[in-house]
């Protein structure tokens, strides 16, 4: 299990941006942006699930960084900005290409554009985190989460992960058979050996 975690009251507050206003209009400001996405990607693609915990100040490429993660967990004292446009550059490290899947066009869109801050409720509603707690709790929580996903069986999440990332690029056809594949992967599960043919869900106490 891996978590991304926060100084007290500050997720990230982004990049450095005197450097990053330095790199454009060069091959090395590719380069960064290439080699970051590079980075996020490899987050976006751990076999784990991976859980952004963000305890305040959450900018540029900070929310870029959580929006790779699988789940993000929000205080409810989090702020979220994508301030690129205003600050004469723009998102290049996926963040914007994660939004528009997390949030939508329009969400997405207006984020950018207008680089205004979002708090944890508004965050919400958009579909940026999956949950928003009190700031006292968000640890607790964060911790309580982890350990659910990590009494999982590892094998099948790695799978259910692939497939579901999957599908925010292939269509509803291709995605559904890359999941009937993944599912074919699996092997009849130890802990449905005592159950008898026809039993449900409920009764077999499986979820």
């Known amino acids: 299990m891996t978590a991304a975690l926060a100084l007290e009251g500050v997720f990230s507050s982004g990049g450095n941006i005197r450097e990053l206003r330095a790199l454009a209009g060069s091959t090395a400001g590719l380069w960064f942006s290439e080699s970051m996405q590079s980075v996020f990607g490899t987050v976006a693609e751990l076999a784990k699930p991976v859980i952004a915990v963000v305890n305040g100040l959450c900018f540029g490429a900070g929310l870029a960084l959580a929006m790779a993660a699988d789940l993000r967990i929000a205080a409810d004292t989090a702020v979220f900005s994508s301030p690129q446009v205003g600050l004469g550059i723009i998102p290049g490290l996926g963040g914007g290409q994660r939004a528009i899947r997390l949030c939508g066009r329009g969400p997405a ?52 992960k692939r497939a579901v990332n999957l599908a925010q690029q292939a269509s509803l056809g291709a995605g559904c058979a890359y999941e009937a594949s993944q599912f074919g992967l699996i092997g009849w599960p130890q802990s449905f050996e005592h159950l008898s043919p026809g039993t449900s869900w409920v009764e077999g106490e499986c979820c």
């Open 109 to 160: 869109k207006h984020s950018i554009l207008t680089g205004g801050r979002i708090n944890a409720e508004s965050a919400l509603r958009m579909g940026l985190v999956e949950l928003v707690v009190p700031a006292p709790e968000l640890w607790a929580v964060a911790r309580s989460m982890a350990t659910l996903l990590a009494s999982k069986p590892q094998h099948p999440m790695a799978l259910a």
